[in-house]
């Protein structure tokens, strides 16, 4: 696979906890795809790609690195992303 849709990689992921939360959060405007914002929550992300995302808790940035056919548990989301925040102080 080499590309998927952003809201379904947001949920497989485990950014959210629902699909439709995903696709809602892309379509408010606080998700951004290489420093741009996104609204589809259709648009094709690749490997590579940096999401910014804004949520209630703060804001994550991460880097694409893997796609997933299906959301596995908690354990499972490591081989799709690398966390590029600042660490905590």
């Known amino acids: ?12 992921a485990r950014v959210v906890k629902a699909r439709s939360s995903a696709a809602a959060l892309v379509e408010s405007g606080h998700v951004r795809i290489n420093g741009g914002r996104q ?3 259709g648009h094709a992300i690749k ?11 703060g804001v994550r940035v991460l880097k694409v690195i893997g796609f997933a ?7 499972s989301v490591t081989g799709l992303y690398a966390d590029l925040g600042l660490p905590p102080k």
């Open 47 to 57: 490997i590579g790609d940096v999401v910014t995302i804004a949520l209630d808790r």
């Open 69 to 75: 056919d299906r959301r596995g548990d908690a354990a």
């Open 1 to 12: 696979m080499e590309r998927q849709r952003l809201d379904k990689w947001l949920w497989h």
């Open 39 to 41: 609204t589809s929550p």
